[in-house]
């Protein structure tokens, strides 16, 4: 792998020193140009660090090249890869925030750090209606725009099944690519790294710390043009990335609860606050200016198209509530609402309610 003096500085800070991002980017000012950095780093450390001890103030140029081609040699292995912010595909969105990354470290498909690209997150206690919708919603959205989401249960992994067979998906991660968090998620993170791409700002194997996720959130606000909370507590990690949104001037959609769900009590405070409803693909595509796609016809049956009808006009109801207005024995009304579910166009709403899609 051939670097430029500039493109050394910025891995080895990143990756072998012991500094936070607050020194690394006072120490990039004081070098005024990367390249200096990494020639003199003794310098400009104890002009940054006002002469405390550091373990790099004594490494020659001969140790930073065995640290720094060590760095190189387990990413080459691993096929991963580095973008800094100095590099020529560098996402233009990212660098537009206030504390963009420095480096960027990536698994799999680079070219989507080009495309635009769409934020959905939504809190790991997401009600099975809301995770249907997110994953109809991620699926239809992959078509314009890559998703890009977290790896948590929940609303992360509704996005992340609607955008991973078209590859379209970026997942953040609050750690480094060689760890796993939660661990019961690693066969989808794999899966993401061999259809879209993984990415970081921490080294490889840096494990996850609880301020870790409040700084992860920035970078999924930052990549994307809008964002879409799909389910929110009141005190939701989620309402942070939204947060960064809307520091940032991006577009912020979320969707609507009924009153007293707690799982959405931090969706319709955004609304309230002025994020834009939104109850399916289309109204975001309307949002960029985007002709929503022609909808197919739905196969349904008789007794399918009558439940269906009754959900779309009365919204949640128990199974016996459907029965009754239907007139469908409530057995069949079971089997009907299976047969809906599979179709993707209803959904269990807890409590044997449903509701459609």
Known sequence: MKLTEEEKAFIWLCSCTDTDYRTRVLLLQAAKNPANLWRNPEK???????????????????????????????????????????????????????????????????????????????????????????????????????????????????AIAGALESGNLICVLPNGLNV?????????????????????EYPFDEPLKRFYFHARNRILAGLAKGTLVVSAGERSGALITANYTADYGRDLYAFPYNLGVSQGAGCNALIKKGAYLATGADDIFLGFGIRPREKKQEDVTEEEARVLALLREEGELHVAVIAERTGIAIYAVTAVLSALEMKNLAAKAGGNRYCAI
């Open 180 to 200: 796993c968090y939660p661990a019961g998620q690693l066969s989808v993170k794999e899966r993401v790294r061999k259809k879209g791409l993984l990415l970081s």
């Open 44 to 158: 400009f450390f104890r002009e940054v660090i006002n002469g405390r001890e550091n373990r790099v103030y004594n490494i020659d140029r001969v140790s930073r090249e065995r640290d720094l081609n060590a760095v190189l040699l387990a990413a080459e292995e691993r096929g991963y890869f580095f973008v800094s912010l100095l590099s020529d595909d560098y996402p233009t969105e990212l660098k537009e925030i206030s504390a963009p990354p420095l480096l960027l470290f990536g698994a799999g498909n680079r070219e989507l750090l080009g495309r635009e690209k769409f934020c959905i997150v939504g809190s790991r206690l997401t009600p099975p209606w809301a995770e249907k919708q997110a994953r109809a919603v991620s699926e239809a959205l992959s078509e314009r725009f890559v998703i890009v989401t977290g790896l948590a249960e929940g609303g992360d992994s509704a």
